[in-house]
């Protein structure tokens, strides 16, 4: 049966993303905007609601949006085990805000449900996150970030900075060995000052790598900046 997520976007054109099949869980969240960046790369998006849609997939990426919804979904449209499998067996992953909290080993302050059992996680990334680590919703905002990796898009003046936008967005308190660190919000940014006692004087992983997966606690997708989306894509073909 054809995808109508797929089929309702346009035609892949030529680019980074040329030839591959980008999954983007479709269960919950900003999935039509993670489709979108990943066709006008030139891949073919795929939006995931089966275990079936698992298969033959160059990567797949999890979107913003409720973590606690997506891991229930997942776990009633038996997704959760099939792509926690396929994370296992070297599946290239970006997660984006709720998709860094799902790939996660382990979350600080995790939902509970009505019996009290935590919410789950997918795994993959040696590290620990905080849900809703800047605010709520009305304490979002705006910032520019060093962001390693995307040396690719330097021009003479050198590698712009990434425009990031945090919705209720987790940091990263913890990360494991073979985890790099690829942006911080840092509390001197004037751009964050009424994020400060948030902060507590200490720069907040907001961007982190390990091998085949990546994840922002940012919205790319929401902003149009098309370097992340790259990155991962380099990191599909093994060329970062």
Request: glycine share 12%; with cysteine.
């Amino acid at each position: 049966m054809t995808n109508p997520l797929s089929t309702a976007l346009p035609r892949p054109r030529s680019g980074a993303g040329s030839g591959l099949r980008i999954g983007v869980l479709a269960l919950q969240g900003d999935f039509r905007e993670h489709l979108r960046a990943v066709e006008a790369a030139g891949a073919t998006g795929i939006g995931i609601r089966r275990p079936a849609e698992l298969e033959d997939l160059d990567g797949i990426i999890i979107p913003g949006g409720e973590s606690t919804t997506i891991d229930k979904l997942a776990r009633a449209f038996d997704l959760a085990d099939p792509l926690r499998q396929r994370i296992a067996d070297g599946l290239p992953v970006y997660g984006s805000c709720a998709g860094m909290i799902l790939l996660a080993h382990d979350i600080a302050d995790p939902a509970t449900d009505l019996a009290g059992n935590p919410q789950q996680t997918f795994g993959g990334l040696d590290i620990t996150v905080r849900r809703n680590a800047f605010g709520r919703q009305r304490e979002s905002f705006e910032t520019d970030l060093d962001f390693k990796g995307l040396d690719f898009s330097a021009t003479e003046e050198g590698v712009a900075p990434v425009h990031a936008v945090f919705i209720r967005g987790p940091w990263v308190e913890r990360v494991g060995p073979g985890v790099e660190v690829l942006a911080q919000v840092e509390p001197a940014d004037p751009v964050h000052a009424s994020h400060a006692a948030h902060l507590q004087g200490t720069a907040r992983i907001v961007a982190v790598r390990s091998g085949h997966l990546l994840a922002t606690s940012f919205h790319p997708e929401v902003t149009g900046e098309k370097r992340v989306h790259e990155l991962f894509i380099r990191m599909i073909r093994g060329e970062a």
